[in-house]
């Protein structure tokens, strides 16, 4: 079973700051299979990134993904009030097919 | 525009079996191009992916599940259903389905179900 960790576990920051997610995977994941979701309390979670590195349908351009192998990196250039959430990553792949990491919470500092 | 919506019983007996539809409105479940999920959440916990079906009926599950879970595919009623037998407190989660591309991401999701096992 490959299990991912997100690290921080929470990010304070403030309006405008650059945020940096760490998702570090166990075994080599497939950049194709690399996902990114934001969730925000009370909502399903929303897919941001997917292909390691691909915005989906109508995520701003402050969204970025990059990394490969077991190191994958979610950065939010410039924070906006709507992007203080948690974010999942989830690779595709070994048994179990799909697994989630545990989380980064971007709060408010 | 696609939109998935959960329904079933938000409280289930020990022992028993929790049965969930996710009904597809705005296209059609049976696109060659798609798989449809199932994704649980526990409360204050992260995301367990339960399994998946296609079109066709085939699925794959989490193995840590598979013993008890069912997912099934109704494409007359553009439905999907998860059936997870024996539940314990263990399987209370808001339980969500999503619409899962080839390039196996979630990308559509349904608003989920609060299912709570309790006597």
């Known amino acids: 079973e490959i299990v991912l960790t997100q690290s921080p576990g929470t990010l304070s920051l403030s309006p405008g700051e650059r945020a940096t997610l760490s998702c570090r995977a166990s075994q080599s994941v497939s950049s194709s299979y690399l996902a990114w979701y934001q969730q925000k309390p009370g909502q399903a979670p929303r897919l941001i990134i997917y292909?390691?590195?691909s915005r989906a349908t109508g995520i701003p351009d402050r969204f970025s993904g990059s990394g490969s192998g077991t190191d994958f990196t979610l950065t939010i250039s410039r924070l906006e009030p709507e992007d203080f959430a948690v974010y999942y990553c989830?690779?595709?792949?070994?048994?179990?097919?799909?697994?989630f990491g545990p989380g980064t919470k971007v709060d408010i500092k | 525009q696609l939109q998935l919506q959960e329904s079933g019983p938000g409280l289930v007996k020990p022992s028993e079996t929790l049965s969930l539809t996710c009904t597809v409105s705005?296209?059609?479940?049976?696109?060659?191009?798609?798989?449809w999920g199932w994704i649980r959440q526990p409360p204050g916990k992260g995301l367990e992916w339960i399994g998946n079906?296609?079109?066709?009926?085939?699925?794959d599950y989490n193995p840590s599940l598979k013993s008890r879970v069912t997912i099934s595919v109704d494409t007359s009623k553009n439905q999907f259903s998860l059936r997870l037998s024996s539940v314990t407190a263990a399987d209370t989660a808001v339980y969500y389905c999503?619409?899962?591309?080839?390039?196996?991401?979630?990308?559509?999701w349904g608003q989920g179900t609060m299912v709570t096992v309790s006597s």
């Open positions: 292909g390691a590195s």
């Open positions: 989830q690779q595709y792949g070994s048994s179990p097919l799909f697994t």
């Open positions: 999503g619409r899962l591309l080839v390039i196996k991401a979630f990308d559509i």
């Open positions: 705005g296209g059609s479940i049976s696109s060659s191009s798609y798989y």
């Open positions: 079906v296609y079109y066709s009926g085939s699925t």
